[in-house]
């Protein structure tokens, strides 16, 4: 029961740090930040009643490491993931040479024309193993697993980003540069 509480919490937190800070009437900083007392007041106003301790157990047991808080610890952000647009500070970083992408089969002739979009968030997000990209697809149905050549991408000048969380982030991936592996 309590689990449950935390998963609906973690999930909760998702969406606010994310994507829809305005549902509890809160302003993201221009980093993404936002400080612990005005979002466990916030929370709180909104039916879920978190103590700062429960907070730290969510970060910490995060199965993927989703928010993190400052080094002071009065703020916290999410690591990756938004939709609303927030300057994460990433610096770009040589990616390997093949990253993965999760997805699922009724999304390949879009992507087979257009490429990998971020829809909605500002990155298209990559997987540094097949295992993971898997897990990514499956929220969606039966995954499909596409191969990245991040390593050419790279060396014709894209960027990427490594989230704090071990995703890889990139901008937009041209359909020439995907394998359904
Ligand atoms: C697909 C989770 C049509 C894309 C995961 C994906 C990840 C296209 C969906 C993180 C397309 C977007 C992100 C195109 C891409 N036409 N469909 N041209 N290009 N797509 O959720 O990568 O649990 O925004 O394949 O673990 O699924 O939230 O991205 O299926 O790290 O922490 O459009 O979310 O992490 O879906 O997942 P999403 P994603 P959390």
């Keep these: 029961a309590d689990r ?5 919490a973690s999930r909760r937190l998702s969406l606010v740090l994310r ?4 549902s509890v009437g809160l302003e993201l900083d221009e980093h993404g930040w936002v400080a612990v007392d005005d979002l466990l007041t916030r929370l ?3 039916g879920l009643r978190l103590d700062r301790a429960e907070l ?11 928010f993190a808080f400052d080094q002071t610890g009065e703020r916290i952000r999410a690591n990756q993931g938004h939709s609303v647009v927030v300057d994460l500070g990433l610096r770009p970083s040589a990616p390997p040479p093949l990253l993965f992408h ?10 087979a024309r257009e490429g990998l979009n ?3 968030r500002q990155h298209v997000h990559l997987s540094a193993d097949v295992a993971t990209a898997e897990r990514v697809g499956r929220r969606r149905g039966l995954p499909v697993v596409l191969g990245v050549d ?13 989230s704090v969380n071990g995703v890889w982030l990139t ?5 020439r540069y995907l394998t359904l592996d």
């Design 44 to 46: 709180a106003a909104h």
């Design 150 to 162: 991040s390593g050419t991408m790279s060396a014709d000048a894209a960027e990427f980003f490594l």
């Design 171 to 175: 901008g937009h991936v041209p359909a």
């Design 4 to 8: 449950d509480r935390m998963v609906r």
């Design 118 to 120: 971020p829809g909605s």
């Design 19 to 22: 994507h829809r800070p305005d």
């Design 56 to 66: 730290e157990r969510i970060v910490a047991t995060s199965d993927k490491q989703r």
């Design 102 to 111: 999760g997805t699922v089969a009724r999304f390949l002739p879009a992507i």
